[in-house]
């Protein structure tokens, strides 16, 4: 029942914007580093909590370490786009998903062929020299050992927006607005708890909300619609849906 009232939602809709989390990339086998799990793994192997370990400061003083960690926990250059990102992909060439909003940094969406995404927290495939500026890719960096350097000997950084950064803002303008003018705003793969992202959903002005995440939230009692399954489940059955809809 709730993927025919998602699907009419969207059939009647041409301005969504979709906001999305961890929880996309998990699909395509990335772990969250923020789970209990990834919690574990890094208190363990490095003695520090993950927002620790990616963190401006520790970047900064401990460049090696941040490196062991970012390489072997962020980047996954093997991962491909799970059903929800070709989902989201035929919604926008259908005229229906304005825009995706995504707290990833995995490049997936893209991947699967989003053109008008904004990442807030940036992309593991953008990486410069922090002295000259030069552009290195994420297969550059995994090649190098331990930190890597660019040839004119600069500290080369990922374009990832760490803790105690401020989010680009650019960016950030370019989805603070497609989510204040967005008809629908679906919601996918994410608790809601990390902010800034979490306070996007509070710019949103219209009355249809979806939430799809495999856990409640805190503002299941706010949406029209949330549905407590794979978000690329859903999304792959209301594209197939519209389609029979066409035909």
């Excluded at 495939?125 to 350097?149: A, L, W």
Aim: charged share 25%.
């Amino acid at each position: 029942m709730k993927y025919e009232e998602l699907t009419e939602i969207v059939k009647n809709s041409d301005n969504i914007v979709f906001l999305g989390g961890a929880g996309v990339s998990t699909e395509s086998n990335i772990p969250d580093f923020r789970s209990e799990d990834g919690l574990y793994k890094a208190k363990t192997k490095y003695g520090y909590s993950p927002e620790t370990l990616i963190s401006r400061s520790f970047f900064d003083r401990n460049t090696e370490m941040f490196y062991d960690y970012y390489k072997n926990n962020l980047i996954y250059l093997d991962a491909k786009p799970n059903k929800a990102h070709y989902a989201l992909a035929e919604l926008e060439k259908m005229g229906k998903l304005k825009a995706v909003v995504t707290q990833n940094i995995d490049g997936l969406h893209q991947l699967a062929g989003s053109k008008k995404v904004y990442e807030i927290h940036g992309s593991v495939h953008r990486n410069y020299c922090m002295k000259c500026h030069k552009f290195y890719t994420s297969e550059d960096i995994i090649k190098m050992e331990g930190v890597p350097y660019c040839q004119c000997g600069g500290i080369i950084k990922p374009d990832v927006v760490l803790y105690e950064e401020g989010l680009d803002d650019e960016v950030w303008s370019g989805a603070y607005s497609a989510i204040r003018n967005a008809d629908v705003l679906i919601v996918g793969g994410t608790s809601l708890v990390v902010y800034p992202a979490a306070g996007l959903v509070g710019i949103y002005k219209g009355n249809d909300l979806v939430l799809i995440n495999k856990s409640e939230t805190a503002y299941d009692v706010r949406a029209k619609l949330a549905i407590h399954e794979s978000i690329g489940q859903v999304l792959s059955t209301v594209v197939d849906n519209l389609k029979q809809y066409a035909e």
